[in-house]
C-alpha cells in the first residue's frame, strides 16, 4: 500500500539536510541585488568581495580559525581531494610517501587514498575496533619518519561515531606531521576548534547543516603549504580557481551560524530522540546498534537486524512515508554491503541488514513514535518472507547477533 498521502518522515539527515528559512533569506540579495564578480574592479565588484570576505570570516570564527587561513569549494569531495593530494604532494617532496588513515572514511577520502597508492604512496588503514573510534595510540604506532599525512575523519557519516582529534592533533602536531581531518559531518552538529584540537587542515559542506548544496570550505592552518586543484583564475588567494559561488557562501554562514547557536539545544532533543529510538529498536530480537553507545553525534543512529536486507528495508519505509538510509549500498547498484560496518568487523551478512536514522531539528517524538511501530512491522515481514531467517529459527544456521 502506498500511503502518499501521509506526511512524510525524513530522516536521512547524514545525507543531505533540508535548507533552513534562515539559509534561504540569506542566499537571496546575492542571487539579484549584490550579483557582481568579487574579482571585478568596478563598485558591483567589490560589493560582493566586501560580502565574500565578511563571510570567510564569520565561518573561519565558528571553526576558530583565522578569515585568511578560509578556502571556499564546492564541498566536502573537492576539499578532501584538494588537502589530501596537496599535504602528499608537498610531502613526497621531502621524500614522505607514507599517509595514516582509518579503514571508514568516506569514499571521498579512500578513493583518494588509493589514486595515490597507484601514484607510488603508501597508506596505512587503521582499524577502527568494533565501537568505530581509532585511538590516538594507533595513529602514534602507524606513524613514521616518511608519514606526510595523518587524515582521520571528525565523525562517521553513517555509524556517528566521535573520533579523539584533539588527542590525534596533538601526536600529529609533536611529531610534525600533517593532521586533516574530514569534519563533514561534525561541523554544526558538535564544538569544532581548529586550535585547540591541532587541526592542520579540515574540510566541511553546507549542506550538511542546513546550507545550500555545491557550496563548502577547507580550512589550512597558516604556514600549511596547499597546492593549486583547479586551475584558472586567481580566486582564493590563487588556490581555487573559479568564480566564488556567493550567494551559496551567504546561506553556508547563515546556516553554521544558526547551527551554532542552537547547537546546544539541538543536541539535546536529538540525543533524547536517538535514545527512545535505540531503546526500541533494541527490543527488535537479533538486533544490534552500530557504533559506540556514547561517543557519537547526537543525531544518528546505526542498527543492524538479522536475517534482512537493507534494500527491502528502506522501500518498505519508503512506502510508509519514512525517508531512511541503509549500510548496504543499494543506490549505487552495488551488493556489497557499507565498507563501514565491515570495518568494524561485523560478518556480510550482518551488514546487509542495516538501518541509519539521522534526526534533525524538525524530527518530532510523534515522528520517532511512527518509526518505532514501523520498523518492526518491516523486519517480521522481511524475516518471515526470508530462507535464510527460517534456517536460522530452525537452528539450521546459528544467529551471529
Known amino acids: 500500500m502506498n500511503n502518499s498521502d501521509k506526511k512524510t518522515i525524513y530522516v536521512d539527515n547524514a545525507a543531505t539536510t533540508a535548507m533552513s528559512k534562515t539559509a534561504i533569506n540569506a542566499m537571496l540579495p546575492y542571487l539579484d541585488g549584490v550579483y ?100 590516538a595510540e594507533q595513529v602514534a604506532s602507524a606513524v613514521r619518519d616518511d608519514t606526510a599525512l595523518v587524515t582521520v575523519m571528525f565523525a562517521n557519516n553513517e555509524i556517528g561515531t566521535v573520533q579523539p582529534i584533539a588527542e590525534i592533533g596533538a601526536v600529529c602536531r609533536e611529531k610534525k606531521i600533517v593532521f586533516h581531518t574530514d569534519a563533514v559531518q561534525a561541523v554544526g552538529h558538535v564544538p569544532v576548534d581548529v586550535k585547540a584540537m591541532n587541526i592542520d ?62 547547537m546546544q539545544s539541538t543536541a539535546k532533543r536529538e540525543r533524547a530522540l536517538c535514545d527512545t529510538l535505540i531503546k526500541g529498536l533494541s527490543e527488535i530480537p537479533h538486533s544490534k546498534l552500530n557504533g559506540d553507545r556514547e561517543r557519537r553525534l547526537p543525531g544518528i543512529v546505526n542498527m543492524c537486524f538479522e536475517g534482512i536486507e537493507g534494500e527491502g528495508l528502506l522501500l518498505y519505509l519508503d512506502d510508509m512515508g519514512i525517508c531512511a538510509s541503509s549500510g548496504s549500498a543499494c543506490t549505487s547498484g552495488s551488493l556489497d554491503p557499507s565498507h563501514v560496518l565491515l570495518a568494524l568487523g561485523l560478518p556480510h551478512e550482518v551488514a546487509h541488514g542495516s538501518l541509519r536514522l539521522s534526526l534533525s531539528e524538525a524530527t518530532s517524538d510523534a515522528d520517532v513514535d511512527e518509526i518505532l511501530k514501523a520498523v518492526p512491522q518491516v523486519v517480521k515481514k522481511l524475516r518471515d518472507m526470508s530462507p535464510v531467517w527460517e534456517a536460522l529459527e530452525k537452528g539450521e544456521k546459528e544467529h551471529l547477533i
Open 36 to 135: 557582481g564578480n568579487p574579482s571585478s574592479l568596478h563598485s558591483a565588484g567589490q560589493a560582493a568581495k566586501d560580502a565574500l570576505e565578511g563571510f570567510r570570516a564569520r565561518i573561519a570564527a565558528r571553526l576558530n580559525a583565522e578569515a585568511g587561513e578560509i578556502y571556499f569549494t564546492s564541498g566536502g569531495s573537492e576539499s578532501d581531494n584538494q588537502a589530501i593530494r596537496s599535504a602528499a604532494v608537498n610531502g613526497a617532496k621531502r621524500g614522505k610517501k607514507h599517509i595514516v588513515t582509518t579503514a571508514f572514511e568516506h569514499h571521498a577520502v579512500l578513493h583518494t587514498l588509493k589514486k595515490l597508492e597507484r601514484e607510488g604512496y603508501e597508506v596505512t588503514y587503521l582499524d577502527v575496533h568494533g565501537n568505530g573510534i581509532v585511538t
Open 201 to 262: 587542515m579540515l574540510s566541511l559542506s553546507a549542506h550538511k547543516f542546513h546550507g545550500a548544496k555545491g557550496a563548502g570550505a577547507l580550512y589550512v592552518r597558516r604556514g600549511v603549504p596547499i597546492n593549486t586543484f583547479i586551475d584558472g583564475g586567481a580566486q582564493e588567494k590563487g588556490r581555487r580557481a573559479g568564480t566564488e559561488n556567493l550567494a551559496g557562501i551567504a546561506a553556508m554562514a547563515a546556516a553554521l551560524d544558526e547551527a551554532c547557536d542552537n
